[in-house]
């Protein structure tokens, strides 16, 4: 293919078998990048330890929540707890036939996303010390999905793919936003907990959302884990999102994007 864009997409949806490795979980979680991960996992993780009668994780980084939401190869040392990992994958192909899902036993999904605006301004904050390059370059980003993490045709393609499959199978797939999360708190977990059955009680969802305030997060960072997951960003979206960037942003997200999963993506999204 000539065009790196579908170049792409045709990699990610038929090279990338990862998906078919989660046939042993009882829950899988998706996110977008910088859609929350950290959060989400540190609260489900205090959860799960107070429901399941295990110790909790004693801070909120990748590593110490890797006992209870690991990745899809790990295998927890808590024997008590349900099988659950989560990840950041572009499904395969394949999961666009019903057969399939029972074939490889896939496991109930919850995807959670956010905002592409605020991904981008998420990442580039988070991630700039390793890009070294302007706001307007980094906006117009890599088709071919080589020069970044995360970029507008990272989300495209991320986008469609799971946007694609919550269309085709509603009921296997529950779509998180970010912002319902920090709205509801407590009714997003129970929900994810339902969508799991994994029967968190309602003591551990008190418990993991007083651990999950940014106070008490600040109290729980890993001495040997990344330093900037705790961000305090001060650009506003408004003033990042204006003119020329603005205009980039939108030209993209209209040719490339397929599904919106509940939100105005040519907007600049209101602060909650």
Not at 17 to 37: A, E, I, P, W
Not at 100 to 113: A, M
Not at 119 to 144: C, M, R, V
Not at 242 to 260: C, K, N, S
């Amino acid at each position: 293919m000539s065009d790196p864009y579908n170049s792409r997409v045709w990699k990610d949806n038929w090279l990338n078998g990862s998906v078919f490795r989660h046939g042993r979980l009882q829950g899988c979680l998706v996110t977008s990048k910088n859609s929350g991960t950290h959060w989400i996992k540190y609260m489900l993780s205090v959860a799960l330890a107070e429901t399941y009668g295990v110790e909790p994780p004693p801070y909120f980084s990748e590593a110490a929540t890797q006992p209870y939401i690991g990745n899809p190869k790990n295998v927890s040392p808590f024997k008590e707890l349900p099988a659950l990992a989560f990840a950041h994958t572009i499904p395969h192909a394949l999961m666009d036939q019903k057969w399939s899902h029972g074939l490889f036993n896939l496991p109930p999904y919850v995807l959670q996303v956010r905002h592409p605006m605020q991904i981008l301004a998420s990442h580039f904050t988070k991630w700039n010390y390793e890009l070294q390059t302007d706001w307007l370059t980094y906006l117009k980003g890599d088709p071919a999905g080589e020069m970044y993490r995360c970029d507008l045709f990272w989300l495209a393609r991320f986008w469609n793919r799971w946007g694609d499959l919550k269309q085709r199978f509603p009921e296997k797939i529950l779509r998180v936003r970010y912002e319902e999360v920090q709205a509801d708190t407590r009714g997003r977990l129970q929900a994810i907990s339902d969508h799991w059955k994994i029967n968190l009680t309602p003591a551990s969802i008190e418990m993991a959302i007083e651990a999950g305030t940014k106070e008490a997060m600040a109290k729980k960072v890993d001495p040997n884990a990344e330093k900037n997951v705790l961000q305090k960003r001060k650009d506003d979206l408004n003033e990042l999102f204006t003119g020329e960037a603005l205009a980039i942003y939108q030209d993209i997200v209209g040719e490339y994007f397929r599904h919106d999963l509940g939100y105005d993506l040519l907007a600049i999204p209101q602060k909650s």
